[in-house]
C-alpha cells in the first residue's frame, strides 16, 4: 500500500552483556524523529549511519494510515542489528547491514 507513513522517533545503542554486567537499558538512545512513506509497492528504505554501540542497536518503528479514510490500523515494529551482522568494514568503517522485513496491518474495524 502506497502512502503508508514510517516514523522512527529513535534508535537505541545497546552494550554486549558480560559475566560482570547485564545491561537493563540503552547506553544510548539516538532521538532521530524520521519520517518516510511507502512506494507503490508498499516498501521503504530506511539508511541509519549511526556510530556502531559495541553489540546492537534496535530501530523502533511506527506504521500509520494517514489517508483521508484510514483502511488500516497503526501498528509498529522493533528491528534489531548486531555487531555481528555488520559486513566489508575496515578501520574506522565497522561495515554495512541490511533486513529485509514484512508488516502486514490490520484492516481497520468499520465504526
Same mark, same amino acid.
Given at each position: 500500500m502506497e502512502g503508508i507513513? *514510517? *516514523? *522512527?522517533?529513535? *534508535?537505541?545503542?545497546?552494550?554486549? !552483556?558480560?559475566? !560482570?554486567?547485564?545491561p537493563d537499558k540503552p547506553v544510548i538512545t539516538n532521538y532521530v524523529n524520521d519520517t518516510l512513506y511507502t512506494t507503490a509497492d508498499g516498501s521503504?528504505?530506511?539508511?541509519?549511519?549511526?556510530?556502531?554501540?559495541?553489540d546492537s542497536i534496535n530501530i523502533k518503528m511506527k506504521f500509520e494510515d494517514i489517508s483521508e479514510n484510514p483502511s488500516f490500523e497503526t501498528d509498529s515494529a522493533k528491528v534489531t542489528f548486531f555487531s555481528s551482522d555488520l559486513q566489508n568494514g575496515s578501520?574506522?568503517?565497522?561495515?554495512?547491514?541490511e533486513k529485509e522485513i514484512k508488516i502486514e496491518l490490520k484492516n481497520k474495524e468499520n465504526e
Open positions: 507513513r *514510517v *516514523v *522512527v522517533p529513535s *534508535v537505541d545503542h545497546h552494550q554486549k !552483556t558480560t559475566p !560482570t554486567f547485564i521503504f528504505n530506511y539508511p541509519y549511519a549511526g556510530f556502531p554501540s559495541n578501520g574506522w568503517n565497522a561495515g554495512r547491514a
